[in-house]
């Protein structure tokens, strides 16, 4: 029995360790975002001689949210002839088929992907797109955004450096208002991308592609094997292979789109789930690569495995809670009462890994919307929610790499109204 709680307390101790890595981590990102010198874009660049694009649009069932960014995207301020937009029908069953069919027949640019057989997924579906056309950038974005007319052309500009991979623009929720779930995540996006991300950019560090709002070179990702079927972010993969390849990613803070955020919580824990399970799937496979990579230094290594592990924090901590209580019915809890060490490690957790409240704080002041940080104290609540659903994700990826099952792509549910105006 002592040798079990020695283990038990020692794994406790493992626990805070982790959080206070985590925890100095954001710190560091507020600090230097709020006080420290800020990394510019490639957005003033003047530049007559823009690259061709091809802005890829996967849609699997997407009848509420396919005309708006049709209709954003054909009013563009980017050559025409130059654009290619591709909407990608992924074995859609409503009315996705004939709406982009509608706009094809209107612009001849609009040329749709029509995908029946085949995997489903949108790895596999950018796959087949990148081979139907011959422009050199490949731009994505999620079939509910709603992009600016400036947006191609901030994105395509970056390329214009060699060293250029891939650019991620900022992701802005357009519905905050609808309820609390939406005011949450509101909250959650402006402190990981005014801060976390422009951080990472200003420190030369990882910031990572998104997978929407965002371009890449299509050579360099054709080249690198494309996107691997079975990851379910195939964004982070390709943050990775591009880093460990000595390619950059650059962040665009005020390159924005707007996004239709989950507004049931049913939708919000699928959508978790997705991400931790697809993050870990990716965490598993570049371990390695990222720690024997030529290309990167010691601080981007640091970075990089402090972004592979980040879901990663969420079962480790429940664990440590589950082995809090186990300890305090043993009667061991010596340093600190059960209830202190329990609220100390879920502090710790939710400073060092959920939406810090002071990253987010400098998020809203720098936003000017400071009205928002009356939210902050709800956001204990969306902690143990994220904690439990990153868990069980983070376990379904371990059982993936097991049993090497295929992973299935789960849309995330939309919500628009159908009569919305643009």
Known sequence: MELVVLILKSYLVFVVGVMILYTARHFIFTVNRF???QMLYYQDIVDSELPRIAV????????LVAKHILDHLISADYPLDKTEIIPINDHSEDRTKEIVDEYAARYKHIKPLHRHSDRRGKPAALNEAMTLTDAE??????????????TLRDIAISFKDPEIGAVM??????????????????????????VDQQARYNLKLLPQYGGTVGGF???VVLDLGGFDPNMLTEDTELTYKLFVNGWKVVYANRVEAYEESPEDWNVRSRQIRRWARGHTQVMFKFILPVLKSEHLVMKEKIDGLFLLFVYSASPILFLGLCDSLILFFLGEMKILSSLLMFLFVASFNTLGNFAPFFQIGIASFIDGGTYRIRLLPLLIFNFFFNMLYMS???????????????????????????????
Do not use: C
């Open 56 to 63: 890829l649009i996967p849609m699997h069932n997407e009848e």
């Open 169 to 194: 623009g900022r992701v802005v929720p357009e519905n905050t208002s609808k309820n609390l779930l939406t005011r949450v995540l509101d909250l959650e996006r402006s402190g990981g991308y005014q």
């Open 137 to 150: 950038i490949i731009v994505v974005f999620d079939a509910d955004y709603l992009p600016a007319k400036g």
């Open 217 to 219: 070179r299509k050579k």
């Open 392 to 422: 069980m994700g983070f376990f379904e990826a371990i059982i993936d790499l097991i049993t090497k099952r295929e992973s299935k792509w789960d849309k995330t549910t939309r919500f628009r109204a159908k009569d919305k105006k643009n």
């Open 35 to 37: 006080m420290g010198e």
